[in-house]
Structure formats: structure tokens, C-alpha cells
T-cell receptor, first 109, second 115 residues
């Protein structure tokens, strides 16, 4: 089973920041936090990942709490095309990826 | 930007038939994976493959399933005798090093429909 807890759904206004939370209270010290998204039935799309430090790339920012028990994915200026299911995944050392149900983000005009 | 590709995009088959789903991983990647997603359900790990061997498999990946890298570019998933419950999207993924920091990139998927 997934080692993460995410809200089932969230709404966000177009142009505003979307902040998607994830709890991973049982994360081990050497496990990474990964975020993917899935639009309709397309293949999961990689967004960002991190271990301890906050990370930023062209798609999003990842904020990881100091105790590493939770994180937040930030889409700084959400567009309608960001409507998708967002998955927070704790990556085991054996490289196994276990997807949960994710958060269905709906960006509204 | 390099991509994982999969063929066919949609496969329809009769129950009991064999199907082969094909994937072309990103060219410098060494680790390959198959996942499936039954309609309305979550993405499930099936198998990982490295150096011509299965590295890990889930309980879903039973004797009906097999994987192969028949040449230097393709990676295939075979289902020997399909069942109705095999109907799903099947996603191939690949990564470079197979470590926890190594990103897996997914293909667009093959929709398998078993009648």
C-alpha cells in the first residue's frame, strides 16, 4: 500500500497557486518524495522529486518539512491544463513505485 | 526530449488469446518497468527488469505474464491467455540507474480490451 496520504480532491482558480499537500509520516531517511500527475488516462508525468531540501523546476516547487513527514507541491500559476490527478509517492530503496489514489486537482476559470 | 513509446495504443483481443505489448524505452536507460491501471483504479506496479532479468515483481505478475527484451531497443510484456480482468491501461516506464533518486519516465500506455 502507498505510504502517503493526500486529499481526494482540490479546486484551484486559474492563475492562482495550487498547493497540494501530502503526508508521509513513516518515511525513512533515505527515501525520496516523488510527484507525478496523470491527465485523463495518459501515462503518469514526472513533475519533481526531493529528499530533504526544497526543490524547484520549471513545472513546480516542492516544499518538504524539516521532519520530512509531509510535503507540499506548489504549481505557482495554475492553468486549465494543470487539471489532473496528482500523485505523491515515497520511493523505496528497491526502486519500487507504489501509487495511491492521488489528489484530483480541478483548475477552474 | 527523449520519450518512452508504446505500441499499439489500443489492443482488442478475445479471452484466452495471447497478446504482446511493446515498448521502446529511452535509449540510454537500463531499467524497465511495466505498470497497469484498471479503469477508475490506481496505477499498479507489475514488474521491473534489468540486465535481462526480472528484478522485482508484484503479486499481480503471475505465470500468465512474461517480459522480454528481444533486441537492443524493445521491451515487451506478454500475456499468455488473456482474461476479462486483464482489461486495463498498461504503462511502460524506464529509468537510468534504478536507484531511489532515479526518475522513471512513463510511456503513453496501451489500452488492452479483452472481450
Amino acid at each position: 500500500d502507498a505510504k502517503t496520504t493526500q486529499p481526494t480532491s482540490m479546486d484551484c482558480a486559474e492563475g492562482r497557486a495550487a498547493n497540494l499537500p501530502c503526508n508521509h509520516s513513516t518515511i525513512s531517511g533515505n527515501e525520496y518524495v516523488y510527484w507525478y500527475r496523470q491527465i485523463h488516462s495518459q501515462g503518469p508525468q514526472y513533475i519533481i522529486h526531493g529528499l530533504k531540501n526544497n526543490e524547484t523546476n520549471e513545472m513546480a516547487s516542492l516544499i518538504i518539512t524539516e521532519d520530512r513527514k509531509s510535503s507540499t507541491l506548489i504549481l505557482p500559476h495554475a492553468t486549465l491544463r494543470d487539471t489532473a490527478v496528482y500523485y505523491c509517492i515515497v520511493r523505496a530503496l528497491n526502486n519500487d513505485m507504489r501509487f495511491g489514489a492521488g489528489t484530483r486537482l480541478t483548475v477552474k476559470p | 526530449e527523449p520519450e518512452v513509446t508504446q505500441t499499439p495504443s489500443h489492443q482488442v483481443t478475445q479471452m484466452g488469446q495471447e497478446v504482446i505489448l511493446r515498448c521502446v524505452p529511452i535509449s540510454n536507460h537500463l531499467y524497465f518497468y511495466w505498470y497497469r491501471q484498471i479503469l477508475g483504479q490506481k496505477v499498479e506496479f507489475l514488474v521491473s527488469f534489468y540486465n535481462n532479468e526480472i528484478s522485482e515483481k508484484s503479486e499481480i505478475f503471475d505465470d500468465q505474464f512474461s517480459v522480454e527484451r528481444p533486441d537492443g531497443s524493445n521491451f515487451t510484456l506478454k500475456i499468455r491467455s488473456t482474461k476479462l480482468e486483464d482489461s486495463a491501461m498498461y504503462f511502460c516506464a524506464s529509468s537510468q540507474t534504478g536507484t531511489g533518486e532515479d526518475t522513471q519516465y512513463f510511456g503513453p500506455g496501451t489500452r488492452l480490451t479483452v472481450l
